[in-house]
């Protein structure tokens, strides 16, 4: 069976590539032969049983931003997810993933991909974790069958990507108590894999079986999300060897499934400190040539808990700039409990915003339209239409009727109220003009 990519190669232009071509406003003459190359993706398994909005990803589309939503083993509420799902899809988020790892995942899975007719990724090693827990009651008691088993279930289900942890090898597990790292190995995937090779001595199944995935992915054309298992989780910890050697890996692999016609993406950190995110961004592009970048952050500080969906996107707009393309979110929540269905639209609206500032620098002549709208909403005291055109136009609308104002009065809000600069110049022209017109008369 045909993917995009092979498609593409063919000259074909499908539904999807259709509708990503009229999104992004580019021809299918300029789309089709990046989707060839692999330098734009269009995630979209081909069983998915409901009709959903692709999105192109990668280089000269516009930055996109994924939501992480899911159980954990110590809070299964499928209901709670249900809502974070149907939030993530009202406030326009991009792609959404799946990482639950409590309860029966496949059933929650399954109903998260009915709720949400968006691009839907996965983690396939957190079903081969919980069927360690729930059957053996030691998450590593799990083949490398279960691993692949897994896989297979995900890719079945629908969804359009999967994180696999194909980067970290064997002999780099046994490196990584032998490397000085503040946080150690943050990736609750690349722990599981690195404990797992540790235990049985065994090559990572990811790799072993790699090629075994490929013939799968290509007939669901399933998007490989290459996984940094090996990603800092703290600022002090970035760009060590470690993080280094697994993107190499994860560059060849990457390059393998390309040439067997199977979209891939790479995902990036963690935590970076300001001064290194632009050149995380270049050195990642260094490696892994063109192929879509999908970064976590980053987080520029490791200090603000309650706050991280900011210290995250500050990151985030950086490498939006630089050349990230596709931003996965973080909530006020993140290193401190599962997000609740509001804090999935702040840390949504926060990416949103990154993304979009991000866009200002790379495709500006297409992004800066938005904001001259604005502009002139503003400038012309348009309450109206300045509420449409936020990228939250309920809360917008809620701070700015909380004194009793409300859209089309064309008054000042009362931040300056009588001082409101979009009067008083204009109200001092029109005095001039007065005075002057005056002492003509005399």
């Not at 809502?83 to 639950?100: F, G, P, Q, R």
């Not at 983690?123 to 974790?129: R, T």
């Not at 059957?135 to 359009?160: C, Q, R, S």
């Not at 910890?237 to 470690?242: A, F, G």
Request: aromatic share 6%.
């Amino acid at each position: 069976m045909a993917t995009q990519m092979s498609s593409a190669r063919r000259g074909i232009a499908t539904d999807e590539m259709k509708q990503v071509a009229k999104d992004e406003d580019v021809t299918l003459d300029w789309l089709l032969p990046k989707i060839a190359i692999g330098s734009i993706i269009i995630p979209s398994n081909n069983v998915r049983p409901q009709k959903i909005h692709n999105v192109g990803i990668g280089k000269g589309m516009k930055t996109k931003v994924n939501v992480n939503i899911g159980t954990s083993t110590l809070n299964v509420n499928v209901e709670e997810e249900v809502e974070k799902a149907k939030v993530a899809v009202k406030y326009h988020a991009d792609t959404i993933m799946d990482l639950s790892d409590g309860g029966d995942v496949g059933s929650i899975r399954r109903t998260l991909l009915d709720t949400a007719p968006i691009t839907f990724g996965t983690v396939p090693i957190y079903e081969a974790y919980n069927f360690g827990v729930e059957k053996h009651k030691n998450p590593l008691d799990i083949t490398e069958d279960d691993y692949l088993k897994a896989f297979e279930n995900n890719i079945k289900d629908g969804v359009d990507y999967t994180t696999i942890h194909s980067g970290i090898t064997k002999e780099i597990a046994k490196r990584i108590f032998k490397v000085q790292r503040y946080a150690g190995v943050v990736s609750k995937g690349g722990t599981i894999t690195a404990a797992w090779m540790l235990k049985y001595d065994k090559e990572n199944p990811y790799i072993t079986h790699y090629d075994y995935m490929i013939e799968l992915a290509q007939k669901y054309d399933v998007t490989f999300s290459l996984g940094d298992a090996l990603r800092p989780g703290s600022i002090l910890d970035s760009h060590d060897e470690l993080q280094v050697q697994e993107m190499i890996n994860i560059g060849r692999l990457a390059k393998r499934a390309i040439e067997k016609d199977v979209q891939v993406m790479i995902e990036g950190p963690g935590h970076v400190p300001l001064n290194e995110v632009t050149a995380n961004v270049t050195l990642a592009k260094s490696m892994i040539g063109d192929v879509p970048y999908y970064v976590l952050g980053p987080l520029v500080t490791d200090i603000a808990s309650g706050h991280d969906h900011i210290a995250s996107a500050i990151g985030a707009a950086v490498s939006a700039s630089a050349g990230v393309d596709l931003l996965c979110y973080l909530t006020p929540s993140e290193h401190l409990a599962l997000p609740t269905p509001d804090e999935v639209k702040e840390g949504l609206i926060a990416y949103r915003i990154a993304a979009h500032a991000g866009d200002l620098v790379k495709l500006r002549e297409k992004s800066i339209k938005w904001d001259m709208d604005m502009t002139e909403a503003r400038r012309t005291l348009d309450w109206e239409k300045q509420l449409a055109l936020s990228i939250d136009p309920e809360k917008a609308a809620l701070i700015h009727g909380r004194t009793g104002q409300h859209p089309g009065n064309n008054v000042p809000c009362t931040m300056c109220g009588g001082a409101c600069v979009y009067i008083m110049l204009p109200k001092q022209r029109k005095y001039e003009k007065e005075e002057k017109k005056l002492q003509q008369a005399e």
